[in-house]
């Protein structure tokens, strides 16, 4: 790990880190965009751009977002920076689990499954390993629990192939 994503990971804890990053979304996004997935968060931690579709406007909603694979899937958090609501995207998927990640250069279309009980477990453990900032933001979430998906690939390039 770079001293800057060991540096990152330090102040994730900090109210004000959550701030700034919600600042630097939409430029983040728009990087990720640019790269097809290739440089998102800097590359500082293992990120990725998830494509939804708004559950009331029907159009492709973008966020970049830390994932950590598991087998074959993504797995994504919607701990929205330890904020009381839950992010958008997060509904989206509940709303419709199809969606599209951009990684590493390349686009996969996987189905959204939200983890719960043992799983969730299981899988919040792999994700604080990664940021532990997001025991931080649950704390923060004054109770809201804070949703865990798998991404899983689905069609003919349903495999991350050792890629994740």
């Known amino acids: 790990m770079s001293v800057l994503g060991t540096i990152t990971r330090r102040v994730g804890h900090q109210r004000w880190f959550g701030a700034v990053a919600r600042l630097l979304v939409p430029a983040d996004r728009a990087v990720g965009r640019l790269t097809r997935g290739r440089v998102v968060a800097l590359g500082l931690v293992p990120s990725l751009i998830l494509t939804t579709t708004g559950r009331r406007s029907g159009k492709p909603r973008s966020n970049p977002l830390l994932y950590v694979p598991d087998d074959d899937a993504y797995v994504v958090i919607g701990s929205n920076w330890g ?3 839950q992010p958008g995207w997060s509904m989206n998927l509940l709303a419709d689990p199809a969606a599209e990640v951009a990684v590493k250069g390349r686009r996969i279309l996987v189905r959204a499954e ?6 969730r477990d299981r899988l919040w453990r792999l994700l604080v390993t990664e940021w532990p900032a997001y025991r931080t933001y649950e704390r923060r979430a004054s109770g809201r629990e804070i949703r865990v998906f798998r991404l899983v690939p689905v069609g003919r390039d349903a495999s991350l192939g050792g890629r994740g």
């Not at 939200?114 to 799983?119: L, N, R, T």
């Open 83 to 85: 904020q009381t609501h």
């Open 114 to 119: 939200p983890a719960e009980g043992a799983e």
